[in-house]
């Protein structure tokens, strides 16, 4: 409940008058999440948005009351529309749907298959194939386990190996996986 008091007063405060309030949405979800875009933000926008990260305000709630999917900590009825409605209005207005950044989207598979004391192996996009990671590779890999994220990233066309924990991702393209001592097995050893 705390939580959402606490995103109602900042909302009343700084974003319920907005003329476009789904813009607003899409600038915030830009500014916090992956891939962080922070251009073209102007400068007052960008410190609200920054004093919500600041604040650690929690955003999808804030999202939800631009859209007025959800009423105000303190409102009266009226501040909420039926979203059944927004969706017929935004329908009736010939929109479409975007999608501005396209190329951020991913698919990640959770595809860590074993750990050896000396090699950690990743299921390849292939059947009956995996790569081979050296522990030594990296400094965080002696550290792995079988519930961390580590797995394949799909994203633009080309595959990564993912280590979400270690914030590190590694092209899958010979030269990458060379400088790191990795290989390509069929079969673990």
């Known amino acids: 409940m705390q939580d959402y008091q606490l995103a109602w007063m900042f909302?009343?405060?700084n974003l319920r008058r907005r003329t476009y309030p789904e813009e607003v949405a899409m600038e915030l979800l830009a500014y916090c999440y992956?891939?962080?875009i922070r251009k073209g933000t102007g400068a007052k926008k960008w410190a609200i948005?920054?004093?919500i990260v600041d604040l650690d305000i929690n955003v999808p709630l804030l999202l939800l009351m631009l859209l007025k999917v959800i009423p105000g900590f303190d409102s009266k009825d009226g501040d909420v529309e039926d979203m059944a409605s927004q969706y017929d209005r935004?329908?009736?207005h010939d929109c479409e749907i975007v999608r501005p950044f396209r190329q951020f989207e991913y698919v990640f598979r959770p595809n860590l298959y074993a750990i050896t004391r000396t090699h950690i192996y990743i299921a390849s996009e292939n059947e009956?194939?995996?790569y081979k990671v050296p522990r030594t590779a990296h400094e965080g890999f002696e550290r792995i386990k079988m519930d961390d994220n580590v797995g394949t990233m799909t994203m633009n066309g080309r595959t990564y190996l993912v280590f979400d924990e270690l914030l590190l991702y590694i092209n899958a393209s010979r030269k990458e996986l060379k400088k790191y001592g990795i290989e390509r097995v069929g079969s673990i050893e």
């Open 11 to 13: 909302f009343r405060d």
């Open 128 to 130: 009956r194939e995996f």
């Open 90 to 92: 935004w329908l009736n």
């Open 34 to 36: 992956p891939p962080y």
């Open 49 to 51: 948005y920054r004093q």
